[in-house]
């Protein structure tokens, strides 16, 4: 089973900035896109932030130019660095990971989830 562990989030003051961590463990074959996504209070969830096997990377447009999302695939680990943060980013953070794993095949696996706070 594959499973994800967040860290980095926390309370930060609007101009501030946060780097979210996302590592991937168990019997993984391979890692092919990993994604950050959001949902805050009474909204749907929405997606942040992707990156393919090869590194491309794709940003929403409301977090262009701010957010940059990287990965280590040494680590099977991703990353958000979030700048210039505003009380609108302020959202339950989550990773998502698709990949093989060498027992189970195909896995979707999502993070449990870490709290970003954007006040003053």
């Known amino acids: 089973q594959v499973q994800l562990v967040e860290s980095g989030g926390g309370l930060v003051q609007p101009g501030g900035s946060l780097r979210l961590s996302c590592a991937a463990s168990?019997?993984?074959?391979?890692?092919?896109?990993m994604d950050w996504y959001r949902q805050a209070p009474g909204k749907q969830r929405e997606l942040v932030a992707t990156?393919?096997?090869?590194?491309?990377?794709n940003t929403a447009d409301s977090v262009k130019g701010r957010f940059t999302i990287s990965r280590d695939n040494a680590k099977n680990t991703v990353y958000l660095q979030m700048n210039s943060l505003k009380p609108e980013d302020t959202a339950i953070y989550y990773c998502h990971v698709v990949g093989r794993s060498s027992v189970t095949g195909a896995f979707n696996a999502w993070g449990q989830g870490t709290l970003v706070t954007v006040s003053s």
């Open positions: 990156i393919t096997s090869g590194g491309s990377t």
């Open positions: 168990g019997r993984i074959f391979s890692i092919s896109v």
